[in-house]
């Protein structure tokens, strides 16, 4: 190998470490500056190798350009070229998310009315994707546009752009219907990250808002993936549309002589003494009295989805239990001749007992379970709020 040869690649392993060198430099200036703000953190972390990458290519790049060479001089700056705008790409990437996560921050969603926080939190996830996928579409143009066949062949595919959108558009029609629709949801605030929603006869939570499908995350831990156009195109129940109290029935059918105004005694001694109920809404109506049976709605309300479903349980087996030990006949039943035998009658069943077997609150699982769908309750932010900030 020629001695000029050997010098160049000194000069370029030189320029290399020197840039490198730099760029650890910077990273440690600004790793300095993160131990004040975390959104400085996450930038140092997320942009250190693309900066150094970036940094030693424009050394390596400068140096060729500068320093004679042989014949290969010519495709290894193509390379490197390449190389170039694939990091740059990387780099702009990267301020794209730290952008992101900096708006982010700036939105908590642990406060109990967090609807516009999960409003902008679906819409800067939805945006930053599609930021990421024109950034990878214009890199890869850009690198294709340094060959010069490719920008002699630039005119032709201008002119036949129009046939081709045509084509691609009838190709890919379900995909760009879905692109669009995932749009729509995050700019109409149809739904939202974390909104509890009723879809295909499914009780769940919004997990995940992409441009093209949407994952809700079932209350028995599943997950249903649908298309975005489904939310755009079929009905489906948003309980958290607006704020996260919502209000539920139980209906129990009942004998015609079961004494109404001790069945609602009952049940405001129940939901009294129940520390789900919100407080808002609790009222016993009969809803319909056709053929053996008469049927009562017992309607209640708590703040939030897993709260509800629970005081829904308790209602409704305290009511069976009362019915049973207070009013047996009252039970629904065939009329025929002759006496019935009487009912077994099972013990009350207390506030504290039904909390054992709750699903969404009285143990930690629960209660973490019920985070997930509801947010923190209010005594987690009691505690957050009388927590000292030292000590987070």
Same mark, same amino acid.
């Given at each position: 190998?020629?001695?000029?040869?050997?010098?160049?690649?000194?000069?370029l %392993?030189?320029?290399?470490?020197?840039a490198?060198?730099v760029?650890?430099? +910077?990273?440690?200036?600004?790793?300095?500056?993160?131990?004040? &703000?975390?959104?400085?953190?996450? +930038?140092?972390? =997320?942009?250190?190798?693309?900066?150094?990458?970036?940094l030693?290519? #424009?050394?390596?790049? @400068?140096v060729?350009?500068?320093a004679?060479?042989?014949?290969?001089?010519?495709?290894?700056?193509?390379?490197?070229?390449?190389?170039l #705008?694939?990091?740059?790409?990387?780099f702009?990437?990267?301020a794209?998310?730290?952008?992101?996560?900096?708006?982010?921050? =700036? /939105?908590?969603?642990?406060?109990?009315?967090?609807?516009h926080?999960?409003?902008?939190?679906?819409?800067?996830?939805?945006l930053?994707?599609?930021?990421?996928?024109i950034i990878?579409?214009?890199?890869?143009?850009?690198?294709?546009l340094?060959?010069p066949?490719?920008?002699?062949a630039? @005119?032709s595919?201008?002119?036949?752009?129009?046939?081709?959108?045509?084509?691609?558009g009838?190709a890919?029609?379900?995909?760009? $219907?879905?692109?669009?629709?995932?749009l729509?949801?995050a700019?109409?605030? %149809? +739904?939202?990250?974390?909104?509890?929603?009723?879809v295909?006869?499914?009780?769940g939570r +919004? *997990? *995940?808002i992409?441009l093209?499908?949407?994952?809700?995350?079932?209350?028995?831990? =599943?997950?249903?993936?649908?298309?975005?156009?489904?939310?755009?195109?079929?009905?489906?129940?948003?309980?958290t549309?607006?704020?996260?109290?919502?209000?539920g029935?139980?209906?129990?059918?009942?004998?015609?002589?079961?004494?109404?105004?001790?069945?609602r005694?009952?049940?405001?001694?129940l939901?009294?003494?129940?520390e789900?109920w919100?407080?808002?809404?609790?009222v016993?109506?009969?809803?319909?009295?056709?053929?053996s049976?008469?049927?009562v =709605?017992?309607?209640?309300?708590?703040?939030? %989805?897993?709260a509800?479903?629970d005081?829904?349980?308790?209602?409704?087996e305290n009511?069976?239990?009362?019915?049973?030990?207070?009013?047996g /006949?009252g039970l629904?039943?065939l009329?025929?001749?002759?006496a019935?035998?009487?009912?077994p009658? %099972?013990p009350?069943m207390?506030?504290?007992?039904? !909390?054992?077997?709750?699903?969404?609150?009285?143990? &930690? !699982?629960?209660?973490e379970?019920?985070?997930?769908? $509801?947010?923190?309750?209010a005594?987690?932010l009691?505690?957050?709020?009388?927590?000292?900030?030292g000590?987070?």
């Amino acid at each position: 190998m020629p001695t000029q040869t050997w010098q160049v690649l000194v000069l370029l %392993a030189g320029a290399a470490v020197a840039a490198w060198l730099v760029g650890v430099a +910077i990273g440690a200036l600004v790793g300095r500056l993160a131990r004040r &703000s975390p959104v400085v953190a996450d +930038i140092s972390r =997320r942009g250190r190798t693309p900066l150094r990458a970036l940094l030693v290519l #424009i050394a390596v790049i @400068a140096v060729l350009d500068a320093a004679p060479t042989g014949g290969w001089h010519e495709p290894v700056v193509r390379l490197l070229g390449l190389a170039l #705008i694939g990091t740059i790409g990387w780099f702009v990437g990267v301020a794209v998310f730290a952008a992101a996560d900096l708006t982010l921050a =700036r /939105y908590d969603v642990d406060v109990v009315d967090n609807r516009h926080a999960r409003r902008v939190r679906t819409q800067i996830s939805l945006l930053r994707r599609l930021a990421v996928v024109i950034i990878g579409v214009l890199s890869a143009a850009a690198m294709l546009l340094t060959f010069p066949s490719a920008r002699a062949a630039g @005119a032709s595919i201008l002119a036949s752009a129009g046939v081709i959108s045509l084509v691609a558009g009838l190709a890919a029609q379900t995909s760009l $219907a879905n692109v669009f629709a995932g749009l729509q949801l995050a700019f109409t605030d %149809a +739904i939202r990250v974390d909104d509890v929603v009723v879809v295909e006869d499914e009780w769940g939570r +919004i *997990e *995940e808002i992409t441009l093209t499908y949407v994952v809700v995350h079932i209350w028995d831990d =599943r997950r249903m993936v649908l298309p975005s156009t489904y939310f755009t195109t079929t009905p489906f129940e948003n309980w958290t549309r607006t704020q996260s109290a919502v209000m539920g029935g139980v209906e129990i059918d009942v004998d015609w002589s079961v004494p109404f105004d001790e069945m609602r005694a009952e049940l405001a001694r129940l939901v009294e003494g129940s520390e789900l109920w919100d407080r808002r809404v609790g009222v016993l109506q009969v809803t319909d009295a056709v053929g053996s049976v008469v049927r009562v =709605r017992a309607l209640v309300s708590a703040e939030n %989805a897993g709260a509800l479903f629970d005081l829904r349980c308790l209602v409704r087996e305290n009511l069976v239990v009362w019915l049973q030990r207070e009013h047996g /006949y009252g039970l629904p039943r065939l009329r025929l001749d002759g006496a019935l035998p009487p009912a077994p009658v %099972a013990p009350v069943m207390s506030v504290s007992d039904h !909390e054992n077997a709750a699903l969404f609150t009285g143990s &930690s !699982e629960a209660r973490e379970r019920s985070r997930a769908f $509801a947010g923190p309750d209010a005594e987690e932010l009691d505690d957050r709020v009388a927590e000292p900030s030292g000590a987070r």
